[in-house]
């Protein structure tokens, strides 16, 4: 097989992992697959956070962070497990808001149902967000099961980060669902205590084989990933 170089197998690696969360069209109408269905070799990872979901649902809440290197599917992940039934709050990190005080706040809270978005701005201090959306989430999840997607938390303001952060640990309490992802980079994440963790590695030979033929990739191309 061609050898590509590390450059051309981290550019390829991303290019595959692409395809776990691109919407294919249909020529004729069909429904295009879920973006669970178009995960491979994720099973494991997929049961551990469905499993975390449905305790939500169920009222007893839990956290997960996940971490790994740019590209590997975490971001796919957590789509995968994003539930259509449940009040889900959702915030992505970018990195040219990373000087953006409580930016990641402001993306959970603009979740909200009005009447609660009220109730976040009164709750608490304007210095202490992260309690006030505790204290909301408190209150939601007693009405309704209540979760909450981070996406690249490692480019949230530090504000935002440790709102995340204390969500997470009294997640238990509070009877919600948080999860999580921190992409690995040039330093590893930092301590998030008694919040579970959850290192997402590469594929295995077959399913990585499997998932490159599916986004096109030859088998030379495939085999230098």
């Known amino acids: ?8 197998r981290a550019a390829l690696r991303q290019a595959v992992a692409m395809t776990t969360s691109r919407e294919r069209p ?12 178009r995960l491979v070799g994720r099973e494991a990872e997929l049961r551990r956070l469905r499993g975390l979901i449905d305790a939500a ?5 839990g956290a997960l962070r996940i971490s790994g290197e740019p590209g590997i599917g975490k971001s796919a992940l957590l789509a995968a497990v ?3 039934d449940l009040l889900c709050l959702r915030a992505t990190g970018f990195e040219h808001e990373i000087e953006l005080p409580f930016a990641g706040v402001e993306q959970l809270r603009a979740g909200l149902p009005e009447e609660a ?3 976040v701005d009164q709750g608490a201090a304007p210095l202490d967000p992260a309690a006030a959306l505790g204290d909301l989430a408190d209150r939601r999840a007693a009405r309704a099961p209540l979760v909450i997607l981070a996406d690249d938390v490692q480019w949230r303001d530090p504000s935002s980060r440790m709102a995340i952060a204390y969500l997470a640990r ?10 999580a992802v921190w992409s690995r980079r040039d330093s590893p994440p930092e301590e998030w205590p008694d919040v579970p963790e959850l290192e997402l590695r590469g ?5 990585a084989l499997g998932l490159a ?6 088998a030379a191309v495939a085999e230098a990933l």
């Open 170 to 179: 009294r997640a238990p309490r509070l009877g919600i669902a948080v999860v």
């Open 213 to 218: 033929a599916r986004g096109g990739l030859s």
């Open 1 to 8: 097989s061609p050898d590509l170089g590390a450059t051309g």
């Open 82 to 84: 994003a539930p259509a």
């Open 57 to 61: 649902r169920a009222g007893r809440g």
């Open 26 to 37: 249909t020529d004729r109408g069909e429904t295009a697959p879920s973006p669970a269905a």
């Open 117 to 119: 978005r009220g109730a």
């Open 203 to 207: 594929l295995d030979r077959a399913d």
